[in-house]
Each structure stands twice: as C-alpha cells, then as structure tokens.
C-alpha cells in the first residue's frame, strides 16, 4: 500500500526558471512481501486550455527520492535518487525506492521526495496542476 501527500505547492517560478518543492512523505507498507518496487510517474502541469505553451512536459520535471526517513522490518531499502545530484526527469517513469528482504514479514518505508520543475522560456504565466503518481508492485 503506498500512502502519499495530497498535494504540493511551490509558489512562483518565472519561466526560463527552475522551481523546488519538497513533496510531503511517501510511505510503502507491505504485508509480507520479500520484494516490492515503489515507482513515480507524472502527467504533464498545464494550465488554461493546456496548449503548448500552456504546458509544462514531465521531461522538464526532476525528481529525487531523497535518503529513507523511518522504516520497520528487516531487510535492505533502496532509495532510487538518495539525492539531489542523483535526480532523474520524469519523462519515464522511475525507480522511487526498493526493498529486499530474505523473510516473510511485514515491513514499511518513508521517504520525503523533491520535485524540481524547469519552467520553460515559452511558457505563459498561470497557476499549473498536474499529478505525480507513486506506485507499488
């Protein structure tokens, strides 16, 4: 089961700019598996009609996982970006966090993540929402 933030605000960026928001915990439970694999994926942010210069592609949307927070079970976590250096865009989606373990047991992880957005030159001002979605399998 994957728990996440509801939303996230960065406030404003100027376009040609690049903006930062830390998402708001993301915590993985699981009931027993041996392996999971936590992804995150994202839409394009759009505002207006959503015309080109309305958008705001993922390919021009970072992401980094960050180190884990808190976890319980035994076993080994991985985050996918433990930090900001290791950042990937989101024009695919990514590895957020795994975890491996040798036993049957329950287990969880947080993780606090971090969006970069890169607001392009043609980019018209206006309030963009999209949705980065985590997911566990």
């Given amino acids: 089961m994957v728990t996440v933030p509801t939303a996230g605000t ?3 960026v100027k376009t ?7 998402l708001g915990q993301v915590r ?5 598996n041996r392996t999971w694999t936590a992804t995150v994926s994202a839409t394009s942010f759009k505002t207006g009609g959503g015309s080109p210069s309305e958008t705001i592609t993922p390919n021009n949307l970072s992401y980094w996982s960050g180190p884990l927070v808190s976890k319980t079970g035994p076993g ?3 985050p996918g970006q433990p930090t900001a250096n290791s950042r990937a865009p989101l024009d695919t989606p990514r590895i957020a966090f795994r975890y491996e373990t040798q036993l049957t047991v329950a287990s969880s992880v947080n993780w606090r993540p971090t969006l970069t957005v890169s607001v392009p030159a043609t980019a ?3 309030t963009y929402s999209g949705t980065v979605t985590h997911s566990v399998a």
């Fill in 10 to 12: 960065m406030g404003t």
């Fill in 124 to 126: 018209v001002t206006g």
């Fill in 16 to 22: 040609g700019q690049t903006g930062t928001v830390q």
């Fill in 76 to 78: 080994n976590w991985f």
């Fill in 28 to 32: 993985v439970t699981s009931s027993g």
